[in-house]
C-alpha cells in the first residue's frame, strides 16, 4: 500500500507475501502486507505534482520513475512522510531492503504514529534477516493498533525464525482471536506445533487452513495425521 496526495480514495496495490514475503521454516510461513490509511497534507503545488506523478508510475510498475518523483517532492518538501513511505515501499519492490529501511525511519520520524510505516519496516528487516529488529517493529504496531492480526502474524513468523516456538504459537493464536478466517494463521500455527512435537495440534490447525482453501496443509494433512 502507498499513500495519495491530494486524492480522495485509498489505492491498494496488492496484498505482499515475505520475501517479499512468503518464508519456509519446515515448509512456508505466510505474511501479509498491511494496508493503511490516507495521508495527505501536500501543500506545495511542484511538490503536489511530482508527488502524484510517482503514483502514476508506481501503478504503472515504473517503480524507479516513482521513485526519482518522490525524491523530487522530498526536495522541495523534506517533511512529506508520505512521499518516504513511498519511496521505500517502491524501493522494496525493486528490492532495495536497505533503502526502503531508510525511508521508513524518516517517515517514522516525522509521524511516530505511522502503523504501516513500522510494519513495513519490519518486513524489510525480516527480509535481511533482522528478525530481532523486525518483532521490535512489529511491536510498534501492535502497540499502536492492538487489533492489528497482520503484525501478530508477521511477528510470529519471526518469532519462528529465532526458534521462538511458543511466542510464535501464542502470536499465531492471538491473529486467530483477532479474525477467525485468518487462514495463513491456521497454517503457520500448524507447522510451529509440529516443530514443538504437537502433531496433534498441528494436524488441527492444517485441517482448519485447508477447510480454507489451501493446498498444502491438505496434503500435510494427508500424509502425517
Do not use: H
Amino acid at each position: 500500500m502507498f499513500f495519495l496526495c491530494s486524492l480522495p480514495t485509498l489505492v491498494q496495490v496488492r496484498l505482499k507475501p515475505m520475501p517479499r514475503r512468503t518464508i519456509a521454516i519446515a515448509a512456508a510461513l505466510s505474511v501479509l502486507a498491511l494496508g493503511s490509511p490516507l495521508i495527505t497534507g501536500c501543500t506545495n503545488p511542484l511538490a503536489t505534482q511530482y508527488f502524484n506523478q510517482g503514483v502514476e508510475k508506481y501503478e504503472a510498475g515504473n517503480y524507479q520513475g516513482a521513485i526519482d518523483d518522490w525524491s523530487k517532492a522530498i526536495e522541495i518538501n523534506p517533511q512529506n512522510a508520505a512521499a518516504y513511505y513511498n519511496r521505500g515501499d517502491a524501493k522494496d519492490n525493486l528490492g532495495d531492503d536497505q533503502g526502503a529501511i531508510a525511508d521508513y525511519t524518516k517517515a517514522i520520524e516525522i509521524n511516530p504514529q505511522n502503523v504501516i510505516a513500522y510494519y513495513n519496516r519490519g518486513v524489510s528487516k525480516g527480509n535481511l534477516e533482522d528478525y530481532q529488529g523486525a518483532i521490535s517493529d512489529y511491536d510498534k504496531a501492535i502497540e499502536l493498533d492492538p487489533q492489528n492480526a497482520d503484525a501478530y502474524n508477521n511477528r510470529g513468523v519471526s518469532k519462528s525464525y529465532l526458534e521462538d516456538y511458543q511466542g510464535a504459537i501464542s502470536d499465531y493464536t492471538k491473529v486467530i482471536e483477532i479474525n477467525p478466517q485468518y487462514a495463513s494463521a491456521y497454517y503457520n500455527r500448524g507447522i510451529a506445533r509440529e516443530l514443538v512435537n504437537d502433531l496433534a495440534g498441528a494436524c488441527s490447525d492444517w485441517r482448519k487452513a485447508a477447510d480454507f482453501g489451501l493446498k498444502e496443509p491438505a496434503q500435510w494433512v494427508k500424509n502425517q495425521c
